[in-house]
């Protein structure tokens, strides 16, 4: 009975306390149009690490996108050395999922809208991305340096 | 009597449209440079058309309406305002066809706006676009700063008295050199200075924070573009955010206010005219301006206890502030915390800044700094009138570069400008009010557009209604120019209709 007693405390606590964990995954939308609502909230955030992994002393910066809004996670070096892709143009990063702290404005990083990581976990690994030349591209290309080079004679005609 | 246009009128500004227009596709070479030192072949293929297509048009304008005339005043306006028409539909086409782009129509408004220097976006996925078309998309912006036209006098015009005409077309009145041609030539030798030491900056910056070499070096030389030219388009849909850095920011705001000062007063600077600074009117009014309206800002933000630190408070209301009022449009924050963290006040007060904008003859949309200052002298003029007995003689001066005597004529054309842009503001605002936006969320997006920031409150959007698009790429398009010379074109539309 009183095992049963603590379990249903922790979860009350835990659901209602200020540091209460919102183990559901949010958007990045959700997490910037009700920024107030979880702030210094334990969050779940989920996307692709892109740009670049800024790595600052035992730390690390790594911006992750989920589509429709990047977020700026901080981390601890060794966290972010599990990252091995970020997206590019011609790289698809890892997709990653973040359990971290949220802050509005956090008061240690002038005032950004980030997310301070505990934990990290590799959904989806990137990599490579090959460019396919689009054979369209080069046909319209050839017939339109054709008409150009047409036009051009018709021109050193009429100068004439 | 209204005079009806001829033919060769139609000729002349045919002319000399196609001959920016080959300038504008040889500005679509440097991307390709681009993509072959990084070996993107498919966004080389889309400048590539879009460089035939350029050409194409250009060569047919030149030969069909070959002429040895020189541009009148009309034909010279006309000439300015149709080239930026066709910057927007030329340099859309490598865009459109990048596939980054949802429809024609967002890649116009994209290209629009970075040639205008706005900074709004409707650009999809940017974090894996391509480096050929994002330089493209910083490139124009550093064209469009310094002036198409600007561009085309200086390097494919050989001195002709119409070159004036069109440089004023371009709302830059004021000669810093006694000849045009000069004067452009000098505006470039500036930025390109500034240049190479803003990109060494961001460059070191980016490397210390952590960035990769060659990322450090390509966002170093973006954000140089965009920051000097208070354009505000950025490498990653983040903004300025994606670096996290204060560094970067400090220096993003330098960038931001040597952009808003006029050439004239760079000029002046290096040749060791330091005191121009403090004297004259335009600084003098941009900073009263600068502290006023962070006063208004930070009792907003104070009041919203959104920032819980004084100096948080201030690195983030200063940074929005300047970005503003310069023009740029660059965000340290995401665009809908406008609206949900920042209350009316803050809002207000930005909105007041962007209104304002940098001085003339530099790269800021917006009224301008040294026509609310000769308002504020004809004000304080006024009000000495009343003041003093009625036989005391009256008389103002400022200091722009000289002393002037202030002329009803100087303030009637400041106050006609000032009014104009307070229309383009609301018309904006009412546009997006009937699109179904609360009145200050359209009132802070119009105003961003028509001065040509481009800070958004997140109104701007592919799902935005594509009226309120082409409502605010007319914006753009008119806020730019500065009205005269899209004025001209209706007129001259009036006078093929009604005149004789």
């Known amino acids: 009975m009183r095992k049963i007693f603590f379990v249903i405390l922790s979860a009350v606590f835990l659901v209602f306390s200020p540091g209460a964990a919102f183990s559901q995954t949010l958007s990045s939308s959700d997490l910037i149009d009700n920024a107030g609502l979880y702030d210094g909230k334990l969050v779940t955030f989920s996307g692709e690490a892109i740009g670049d992994i800024m790595k600052r002393g035992d730390f690390a910066w790594v911006n992750v996108s989920d589509g429709k809004n990047s977020l700026g996670v901080w981390m601890s070096a060794s966290l972010a050395k599990e990252i091995d892709f970020a997206g590019s143009y011609k790289t698809r990063g890892d997709k990653i999922e973040i359990v971290g702290v949220f802050h509005r404005a956090c008061p240690e990083h002038g005032g950004d809208l980030d997310i301070h990581a505990c934990s990290l976990r590799k959904i989806v690994s990137g990599g490579a991305v090959p460019e396919k030349t689009d054979f369209k591209k080069i046909k319209l290309s050839i017939i339109l340096s054709g008409v150009l080079f047409l036009i051009w004679i018709l021109t050193l005609f009429k100068r004439k | ?500």
């Open chain 2, 1 to 500: 009597m209204i005079l009806k246009p001829q033919l060769e009128d139609v000729k002349i500004i045919g002319f000399y449209l196609g001959k920016i227009i080959m300038g504008l596709a040889l500005a679509m070479v440097v991307p390709i440079f681009i993509s072959l030192c990084c070996w993107e072949i498919n966004p080389a293929l889309d400048f590539l058309v879009g460089i035939e297509i350029s050409v194409m048009l250009g060569l047919i304008l030149v030969c069909v309406c070959r002429t040895d005339k020189d541009l009148n005043w009309m034909q010279g306006m006309i000439v300015v305002s149709l080239s930026w028409v066709a910057a927007m539909l030329l340099g859309a086409i490598p865009m459109y066809l990048s596939g980054h782009w949802k429809s024609f129509l967002d890649a116009c408004f994209d290209a629009m706006s970075g040639f205008a220097t706005t900074g709004l976006v409707l650009v999809q996925d940017l974090e894996h676009i391509s480096y050929t078309h994002n330089f493209w998309r910083h490139w124009i912006m550093f064209l469009g700063g310094q002036g198409i036209v600007v561009i085309a006098l200086s390097f494919f015009v050989r001195g002709f008295s119409g070159a004036f005409k069109m440089y004023v077309g371009e709302a830059r009145e004021e000669k810093i050199l006694p000849n045009v041609i000069n004067t452009s030539r000098f505006i470039w030798l500036v930025s390109i200075v500034y240049l190479v030491l803003g990109t060494l900056a961001l460059g070191v910056t980016g490397i210390l924070i952590g960035m990769k070499p060659f990322n450090s070096l390509f966002h170093g030389v973006c954000i140089f573009m965009t920051a000097f030219d208070t354009g505000g388009f950025s490498p990653q849909s983040q903004s300025i955010l994606y670096y996290h850095s204060f560094a970067y920011e400090t220096i993003t705001v330098i960038l931001m206010v040597f952009g808003a000062l006029n050439f004239k007063l760079h000029y002046h600077l290096w040749a060791g005219n330091r005191k121009e600074l403090v004297r004259n009117i335009e600084t003098r009014t941009l900073f009263v301006s600068i502290v006023a309206i962070f006063s208004l800002v930070a009792v907003g933000l104070f009041q919203t206890g959104v920032y819980p630190k004084a100096i948080v408070l201030f690195r983030k209301g200063f940074y929005q502030l300047i970005s503003g009022h310069s023009g740029t449009g660059f965000q340290t924050i995401y665009a809908p915390q406008f609206s949900a963290d920042w209350n009316p006040l803050a809002l207000a007060g930005m909105i007041l800044a962007m209104s304002l904008g940098g001085a003339v003859c530099s790269t800021t949309g917006a009224i301008k700094m040294l026509r609310i200052g000769i308002l504020f002298k004809a004000f304080k003029e006024d009000l000495k009138r009343i003041i003093m007995p009625e036989r005391a003689i009256v008389i103002e001066k400022f200091h722009h570069i000289r002393d002037v005597f202030l002329e009803d004529k100087l303030v009637r054309g400041a106050l006609l400008i000032t009014v104009a842009y307070i229309i383009l503001y609301g018309f904006g605002a009412l546009v997006g009010m009937s699109c179904g936006y609360p009145f200050l969320g359209a009132l802070f997006e119009s105003t961003s557009a028509a001065a040509n920031v481009g800070l958004s409150c997140g109104i701007t959007g592919t799902g935005m209604p594509a009226a309120l698009k082409i409502t605010y790429i007319l914006q753009m398009w008119v806020g730019r120019l500065e009205f005269m010379s899209v004025f001209t074109i209706l007129g001259f539309i009036f006078a093929r209709i009604k005149g004789k």
